[in-house]
């Protein structure tokens, strides 16, 4: 497991994931299984992201602004009822960065992959965004990355996944690549979500 894959396994550990799917109003079993394959999509968009003219320095500065991993400190004291209409917000704006108009295409497929109704779905990505958001920005500054280390870092685990897992990042870069109902979604899932291996198994 890669060094931001175990972080986001701790983030995500100690029950977190039991608080979300209350938060939520979803059965744990269907909670893991939408956010294993969300994960990857979300950090995938991040990377693309990163690479484009100006987004490196736009997601630096996001991270340096907002996200300076604090978040993580108290997650289940957030998930345990006081996520406030402020953090939503900012998630639902994260997410509008991070999956631009391929939001609803992911939400289907995840909605499919999962077995969720899409208004649940709704529901939990803006409540990862910011953990995603959280744990790239603790990283750097543990690591004192500027918005070019903060790209590279995110290419070089790509780059590790696509060394590892193949198949599933290029299911992945069909989703980002291209337009398209959310079926792909299905495609990682039925890879045994391979960015992020047995992630859970491993919590």
Do not use: C, W
């Not at 991993?69 to 998630?91: C, I, P």
């Not at 704006?93 to 995840?110: D, F, N, P």
């Not at 995110?154 to 959310?182: C, F, H, I, W, Y």
Request: charged share 20%; net charge negative; hydrophobic share 40%.
């Amino acid at each position: 497991m890669s060094e931001l894959m175990s972080m986001l396994s701790q983030a995500l550990g100690g029950g977190t994931v039991s608080q979300i799917a209350r938060q939520i109003g979803a059965d744990e079993t269907h909670t893991s299984s939408a956010i294993t394959a969300a994960l990857p999509i979300l950090l995938g968009s991040l990377d693309r992201n990163s690479d484009q003219p100006g987004g490196a320095e736009a997601l630096f500065g996001a991270l340096s602004r907002d996200h300076d991993g604090s978040l993580l400190d108290n997650l289940g004291g957030l998930l345990g009822g006081t996520l406030s209409g402020s953090k939503t917000t900012a998630g639902t704006a994260i997410l509008g960065h991070i999956l631009g108009g391929k939001q609803r295409s992911v939400e289907t497929g995840l909605s499919r992959s999962s077995g969720m109704d899409m208004a649940t779905i709704a529901k939990l990505l803006p409540i990862l965004a910011p953990i995603v958001m959280g744990v790239l920005g603790k990283l750097s500054r543990q690591k004192q990355l500027d918005a070019q280390g903060v790209s590279g870092y995110l290419t070089g685990e790509r780059e590790r996944a696509q060394q590892e897992q193949p198949d599933a990042m290029a299911v992945l870069g069909k989703l980002l690549d291209s337009d398209n109902d959310g079926d792909v979604v299905d495609d990682v899932v039925k890879l045994g979500s391979g960015l992020l291996g047995s992630f859970f198994s491993q919590r």
